[in-house]
């Protein structure tokens, strides 16, 4: 893996994908110099990951995550979350922030380990067009994802009906929708849990939730 003061056509393919998602590393002159490692730290900002400016596994692969490829078959990003759930319903291709990926599992653990079903995660600008989305959409940079969560497994259903109102599956089961033969957690909800978790995008619709890992601002809106 390439670190400071390393050399050579290694460190040029880094500074290329830098430079191609974005983050700025000077001249492609494979050198690892000072401003190949600030484009590191601030890529690691960027992706969730401790900003140490080294270039290590997880940074690389952060890194390859953002630029456009098509996902790897069965590949897995974390326990829950494959990397072809989030590609584009058009192309197929991805572009995936790693750390929506961690915060939607932190939101799985927060819901009681419901599955999470992203429905639409990165778009490409044909796409985006394509269904209306927002001009500068953070779906396009593979920061966002609309999900449902699924509301409860048979045998969960069965025992949260027992307990009462106010525990959390009881909460849970009250607010049960019903929506082509599965049973969804209300989206609100999972809005709600989605701004506890300090999810820095959060839109709320009458059958999704949108979440994304904006790098500047937060902001939360209902459609
Ligand atoms: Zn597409």
Partial sequence: MPVTGDKGEQVRELQRQLAAARFDPGPVDGVYGP???????????YCGLAADGIAGPLTLQALALLLPHRPQPGRRLSPHFAEAE?????????????????MLEALRARLGGRPVIVTSGYRCPAHNRAVGGARMSQHLYG???????????????????NEAPGTSSGWLM?????????????????????????????????????????????ARWSG
């Fill in 143 to 161: 920061n966002a994802a609309d999900i449902i969560v699924a509301a409860a497994a048979p045998h969960d259903a069965a025992a949260a009906k």
């Fill in 174 to 218: 009250e607010y049960i929708t019903e929506r082509g033969g599965f049973a969804y957690l209300p989206p609100d909800k999972v809005a709600d849990a989605a701004e506890a978790l300090g999810y820095p995008g959060v839109g709320r619709y009458p059958g999704f939730t949108h979440v994304d890992v904006r790098p500047n601002g937060r």
């Fill in 35 to 45: 401003l190949t490692r600030g484009a590191v730290a601030r890529l690691q900002r």
């Fill in 86 to 102: 989030f590609a584009c319903r058009c192309c197929g291709m991805v572009r995936v922030n790693i750390r929506l990926v961690h």
